[in-house]
């Protein structure tokens, strides 16, 4: 996209929502506003991050995509977490996994499925990502099994023991992709492209652009609080279908765009480490910062989320274990995904 | 099978239950009776149904086939409902499931197996079917996890959202296996053999079995009641155990045949797909069904149900994955198929 | 290991453990002597198990390899069995079978990825070991789902059932690999290695080995019931974590030994076959043995144990479905075990 145009679409955005917020006092009209501008600075962040990330070359870039390619979604659960609002954060972080995996996925395939008949990638990743999907049940499953009935304390320390172990895998998982085994594992092609900006720049529009999307992720949050008493809508659904497909909006088009450029191994990448993501990194780092600032939030998710996520897990492991996708795949994946939406709806 | 034969045991099968229904009192005779009619008179209609498909052309006579392949089991399902039998309604939705997956494909398997040290078949075909297994698993457990609290007409809604996407979904899987991809997945080869009866015969064979297997059919849900009740089974293994087989046993030893003739692929194809056919077209039916005949079904399915679905599904994906098989395969699926059956006798 | 120093350590170790039994009263003296005297003659059991199977010949062999390769967790089952201690053996067959997934195997995986970039092993062999895991958890899950509700005398008659039908399903297994099959499974290259006794030696030192083991077992589980009330540890943390090591020692040191040898397929084999051998069983076993002794133990484990052996059986299917292992995989497996010791502790 033309740079003006970018610029003048995330100004616009911010204004617009900044008026929203300081001078009127119509809920819905500032939820709205600060929604849309939440999706255009969540695009800035990620193109942003990318600069930054080409500048620090290819192993620290690697990090820094892969730590900061959630952060719109980091920033806005923090703001959930600081208000007390855990329903609605483990609502989203499950929204954020099974949007990725089902909608984003879904959608990919499908449109992908409709151009080419068989769309095919690196059937290695798929099988190692399925290890860590595994990983991530297990990981979400035990302490709902075991903590039911324990006490509160108990139930803290072992949180506390899973993000910390969560956090260690992932980031070894980062060393085994990019250092030790990244020649037999990735699969998007070396990025060509020039970055947009310098170096000095992109620091700079890293800064600004986690800055705004601060600011704005606050004025949604308290948007979103409004807007699911008004319309009856539970915490469950809010979190899991509002606030996880805004949060996400960014990456969402940009892995349904390759798909459809015919490069489906990317889209899948990008989905799947998206959510791998979310549920090994982004969940136990909310745990352990939710203890910092003195809200402490457990690791505990209700059956429904639990089933939400075992559902998504299974079939995308199922759909991506052979390396080749075509349309239909992406309709069984869609069809789960409005299954679990109505479900959460009517719950 | 020589035709006049055939049609002197559907004849006398036919004269022997009615004669038990109309002229005596005995339940246990008027039962068996029934039962063995419709095992005959299900091969008749299948017979019928194949005949009308060949004449209907490749993609037509494919639906038919995928369609009304269940019709015994659909329309046993449909006085069920009628006379509001809705747990064994479930359950012998149940019981067709795991008999397709467990003991049909168990025996096949098996007895295929004694006779070949390896049988192998179209592991594409096997990895599609795992990934609509799953969506039905997803289906079928989503409803339970989340219903079980909610108020009953939530439920409704939910349960008749799910069915019409089931549906959809298998409408499309059949557009998928049938026509944009039909090249890549099937098993089974053309079907060389000319059909039995001219095209007119045909259409009237298939109205006469249809009409013949509701008729009996009726009866024999008369006689289940009975039976259930003297001999003190649950409904629950009943509909699971005795219905499910009864109403399947024509397609099953299609299966096993096939298997035994080196034709593995046939045999999987035919269980599986009766399966699935089960779950993802049959079922949802029956739920829209019951509320046009003012008995609303829901799709809430007890916790026994679906451990013994969700086995088998499993199990079967299991072995069914590297597009070969062996004997030792068709011993695990009847293992699990016998420790069910015990389950269920016991509940 | 040099025959003479093994012996040496043999006799130290029971005459330490002796001594501590027989004449302090220093309850933890007494736990770690006798622990360390079960691990020595645990290894001691092992080799002549080997020797004996030498000299029965291939078949023979291989039944007993496969049948007494637990005997030594059985024979400390048995005594918590007679001492009524339920909750603990099947904490403690929890433990042996998670211990050998995820543990042993993790360890196994890791270390040699941290030597060979990639080891490659057998993928038919893990398929099928895959469909008999899914057994042992829908044998497992299917009592705990159906029997809560139901009467004592059913839950013993189908406790019964199950574990004769396993029993059945774990012999043809045998026969499936070793006669049958053998060609296309094995991964152990034959056993090029003299025996290190005649025949009759070996005879007797099975005999006395396994006698041993028998006395000293007794000690432990004396010692493990102090241990248990004076930590305050919970039956199921001392059985999963405490019991289940001591008890598979020496395997465990084999398969990791194999692993870092480069011979990765000896370990998984080894891991995964011992996990078998304990849910297929050594599990079915005790429960008609502790019938035979009139302590009644059913099949119910608990939604803690059924959780965390689900867990294990589905990420090491994850992992070894494609006959290839990193050191990542092993990372993957030693998280959920680390995750599941913590969780057992804290309940």
Redesign the interface.
């Known amino acids: 996209m033309n740079q003006r145009l970018f610029f003048s679409l995330i100004a616009a955005s911010l204004v617009l929502a900044a008026f929203a917020h300081y001078f009127t006092d119509h809920a819905i009209f500032q939820f709205v506003t600060a929604a849309l501008a939440v999706v255009v600075l969540a695009a800035w962040l990620g193109k942003s991050t990318e600069s930054v990330a080409h500048y620090a070359g290819d192993r620290i870039g690697g990090f820094l995509n892969a730590t900061f390619g959630n952060a719109a979604e980091l920033i806005i659960s923090f703001f959930l977490v600081r208000d007390g609002l855990f329903e609605m954060v483990k609502a989203s972080i499950t929204g954020a996994i099974i949007g990725n995996m089902l909608l984003v996925l879904g959608l990919s395939v499908l449109l992908g499925g409709l151009k080419y008949?068989e769309q095919k990638f690196n059937a290695?990743l798929a099988?190692?990502n399925?290890?860590?999907m595994?990983?991530a049940?297990?990981?979400l499953?035990?302490?709902a099994?075991?903590?039911r009935e324990?006490p509160v304390v108990?139930i803290e320390?072992?949180s506390i023991?899973?993000a910390i172990?969560?956090i260690?895998?992932y980031v070894?998982?980062l060393i085994?992709s990019m250092v030790?085994?990244s020649d037999f594992l990735s699969d998007i092609d070396p990025q060509e492209s020039e970055p947009l900006w310098s170096k000095g720049i992109s620091i700079l529009m890293l800064a600004l652009s986690t800055l705004f999307v601060a600011i704005v992720s606050e004025w949604l949050v308290h948007g979103v609080e409004y807007i699911s008493h008004t319309f009856g809508w539970s915490d469950l659904f809010v979190g899991a279908f509002v606030i996880a497909i805004i949060g996400n909006a960014a990456e969402h088009s940009a892995a349904v765009l390759l798909a459809v450029k015919g490069r489906i191994g990317g889209a899948v990448e990008i989905a799947i480490g998206s959510s791998l993501q979310i549920a090994l990194f982004v969940a136990p780092t909310l745990v352990l910062v939710s203890l910092l600032i003195g809200k402490p939030m457990d690791f505990v998710f209700t059956?429904?989320e639990l089933?939400?996520i075992a559902?998504s897990i299974?079939?995308t492991?199922?759909?991506t274990?052979?390396g080749a996708t075509?349309?239909?795949?992406g309709?069984?994946l869609l069809?789960?995904y409005?299954?679990?939406g109505?479900?959460?709806f009517?719950?």
Chains 1, 2, 3 share one sequence.
Not at 326 to 329: G, P, Q, R, T, Y
């Open positions: 008949k290695k099988g190692h399925a290890s860590l595994i990983l049940i297990a990981a499953f035990i302490p099994v075991f903590l324990l108990k320390s072992l023991v899973i172990l969560l260690i895998a070894l998982w085994f030790t085994h059956p429904f089933a939400a559902a299974l079939i492991i199922s759909i274990r052979d075509n349309w239909f795949e309709v069984l069809t789960v409005i299954i679990l109505t479900a959460f009517f719950v």
